[in-house]
C-alpha cells in the first residue's frame, strides 16, 4: 500500500505561481511512476506531469514551458512547480503513484487539492 498526502493549491491570480507537493509513505520501494493529473468540473482526468523513478519526465502539451515536476526519491517527495497560471488551469490535481510488486502494477491516489485560476 501506498499512501499519497497533497499539499498546495489554492486561488491564484491569471499570471500567478504555485507549488504543489506530494509526500508518499508506505511501500514506497515500489513506486516506478509518480505524476500530477487534474480533473476540472465536467471534464475527465488527465495527466499534467510524470517522472519515473529514474528521472525521465514527461508533460501534458498544455503545460509545458510552464510546469515543471521534480522527483526527490530520497524524501519520497514529488512536486509540482506551476508557473504563469491560467484560468483553464483550474482542477482539482491529484498525485499519483504506481507501483509494481512482483508482475503486478498498482494505481494509487492522493486525495486531491484545489487550484483555482482567477481571470
Known amino acids: 500500500q501506498v499512501q499519497l498526502v497533497e499539499s498546495g493549491g489554492g486561488l491564484v491570480q491569471a499570471g500567478g505561481s504555485l507549488r504543489l507537493s506530494c509526500a508518499a509513505s508506505?511501500?514506497?520501494?515500489?513506486?516506478?511512476?509518480m505524476g500530477w493529473y487534474r480533473q476540472a468540473p465536467g471534464k475527465q482526468r488527465e495527466l499534467v506531469a510524470a517522472?519515473?523513478?529514474?528521472?525521465?519526465?514527461n508533460y501534458a502539451d498544455s503545460v509545458k514551458g510552464r510546469f515543471s515536476a521534480s522527483r526527490d526519491n530520497a524524501k519520497n517527495t514529488l512536486d509540482l512547480q506551476m508557473y504563469t497560471l491560467k484560468p483553464e488551469d483550474t482542477a482539482v490535481y491529484y498525485c499519483?503513484?504506481?507501483?509494481?510488486?512482483?508482475?503486478?502494477?498498482?494505481?494509487?491516489w492522493g486525495q486531491g487539492t484545489q487550484v483555482t485560476v482567477s481571470s
Open positions: 517522472i519515473t523513478s529514474s528521472g525521465n519526465a
Open positions: 508506505g511501500s514506497i520501494f515500489s513506486i516506478n511512476t
Open positions: 499519483h503513484a504506481l507501483s509494481r510488486t512482483g508482475s503486478d502494477w498498482y494505481n494509487y
